[in-house]
């Protein structure tokens, strides 16, 4: 599988190449263009995913633990039973996305856009919800414990 990585203007500046899912563990793909890419049961665990569009991708039941995720798009993609445990998803937008099953424990979530996500049976402990968005115009306060 080669992945590339394309900048603003659709031109490539990094290729990925992976015989593969299961070889993307702390992979660099900052800025990629993943929209709708099928990485159902991928292993992106400790990958640099900065920035990078993976609105509409299956991730479903994929290994994300410890990504870095800050500000990418991951508008109404498949979460499902994913293990986001210890990711950094600051500023990133979750809207619509399927959570369904996923572990975010310890996730960073602060200030992320998490408009009608789905979190039916989603392990939410020890998580940051500090300035994330779950309605429109509202925004999750810091909690003291």
């Given amino acids: 599988m080669i992945i ?19 070889d993307l563990e702390q992979s660099d793909l900052r800025n990629a263009n993943l929209y709708c890419a099928n990485l159902y049961c991928a292993n ?7 920035g990078a569009d993976l609105s509409c991708a299956n991730l ?8 870095k995720l800050r500000g990418a798009k991951l508008y109404n993609a498949n ?8 990711v950094d998803l600051r500023e990133a937008d979750l809207s619509c996305a399927d959570l369904t099953g996923a ?3 310890d996730a960073n979530l602060r200030d992320a856009d998490m408009r009608y996500v789905n979190l039916r049976e989603a392990d939410l402990t020890d998580a940051n919800f500090t300035g994330v968005m779950f309605f429109d115009g509202w925004k999750m306060k810091k909690v003291s414990k």
Avoid at 7 to 16: A, D, P, Q
Avoid at 44 to 50: F, V
């Fill in 4 to 22: 590339e990585i394309k900048n603003k203007s659709g031109i490539v500046i990094h290729t990925v190449t992976s015989e593969y899912y299961d």
């Fill in 60 to 67: 479903s039941e994929a290994n994300l633990s410890g990504a």
């Fill in 79 to 86: 979460l499902r039973y994913s293990d986001l445990n210890d």
């Fill in 44 to 50: 992106l665990a400790n990958a640099d995913l900065r």
């Fill in 103 to 105: 572990d975010l424990q």
